[in-house]
């Protein structure tokens, strides 16, 4: 009974840590050519984040429902405005950050085109820039 049953999160289920806020559904995959095929939707709540990652192909991104903050490594501020299309390219040297500093959602539908059976992306520690200082640590 469960095949009929309502699911009122359409599909969307709550992406792994280190993300938080984050929830997201696939709506296609497939395999050509060596490579994987996917077209996700995500949603991040505000003050909701990816945590910081790359990814092994590039990815094409469609910002909906507010502004996108991405910075890269350097923690450089970047926003992507909603309704804009954006290129993600591959590899660490491309790592990043998506959060949703404002108060609606952030919605993003994503075509991933990467090399076949690599994960959707891959977790970096935070950089040093974008770390919480502990207490009692020195500024050197």
């Known amino acids: 009974m469960a095949f009929f049953g309502r699911d009122p999160e359409r599909g969307f289920r709550v992406n792994a840590a280190p993300a938080t806020g984050t929830r997201s ?59 804009r299309i954006f290129r993600e390219p591959s590899g660490a040297g491309h790592a990043h950050l998506a959060r949703n500093p404002g108060p609606k959602p952030v919605r993003l539908t994503v075509l991933y085109v990467n090399p076949a059976g690599s994960p959707l992306s891959r977790s970096i520690p935070a950089p040093e820039c974008a770390r919480i200082p502990e207490p009692g640590d020195t500024a050197h």
């Open 25 to 83: 559904r696939v709506l296609v995959r497939f395999t050509c050519a060596g490579r994987d095929f996917v077209l996700r939707q995500t949603i991040i709540a505000p003050n909701g984040q990816s945590g910081w990652h790359f990814h092994d192909g590039t990815l094409f991104v469609l910002v909906t429902g507010g502004p996108l903050d991405h910075p890269a490594t350097d923690c450089v501020p970047v926003v992507k405005p909603p309704w």
